[in-house]
């Protein structure tokens, strides 16, 4: 039987978006959050985190900065009894200044290798599945793979309401478990 998945973007939509989020200290998640994921958890759905972390290929901060800061918010989470399926990452940019990470790639979003990796790893089944993102590069990326996609006003939101190919636009995650992926998913 396959799986049911939300694939969450990090910045903007888990945690407050100033730019180049990388340290624990900045780190500061939104209170919405946690009843949202516990609601999702219930529901059955896999938690899979898909984030564009571009700040490691143009050198704002390392690999090892974002994986501590990875296990900081895995941690805080876990002591709220969410788990986190799976926490995928593109750290490249096609210009950045790392020469291995300057690429054009397949999972930078609007690119769906992200997405694609956790459909095969955890046996999903997009029609069953949603993505939750703030900028409009998340939900190309979801569409590309036949998932619903939700726009969070959060984060970077705001800017794309005028143009957005969104199903559904929430005021943050918890308007859009809610209201959007709850009420639209067979039990």
Do not use: W
Request: proline share 4%; hydrophobic share 40%.
């Amino acid at each position: 039987m396959k799986n049911k998945a939300v694939f969450l973007d990090r910045d903007g939509v888990i945690n407050e978006d100033y730019g180049f989020v990388h340290k624990i200290e900045n780190f500061h998640i939104y209170p919405e959050v946690f009843p949202a994921l516990k609601k999702l958890q219930k529901a059955g759905f896999k938690l899979l985190i898909v984030t564009n972390q571009s700040g490691i290929a143009v050198g704002y901060y390392t690999e090892e900065d974002f994986k501590k800061l990875t296990a900081y918010m895995l941690d805080v989470f876990k002591r709220e009894g969410i788990i986190i399926d799976r926490v995928y990452y593109c750290p490249h940019h096609p210009e950045g200044i790392i020469p291995h990470l300057s690429i054009k790639c397949d999972c930078r979003k609007p690119e769906s290798g992200m997405i694609k990796q956790g459909i095969k790893e955890f046996n999903i089944d997009p029609s069953l599945s949603f993505l939750i993102g703030d900028k409009e590069n998340d939900i190309k990326a979801a569409h590309k793979e036949g998932i619903r996609a939700a726009l969070v006003k959060t984060g970077q939101g705001m800017k794309y309401l005028e143009n957005t190919e969104a199903d559904f636009v929430g005021e943050n995650i918890l308007d859009v478990v809610e209201n959007f992926i709850l009420k639209n998913v067979p039990a």
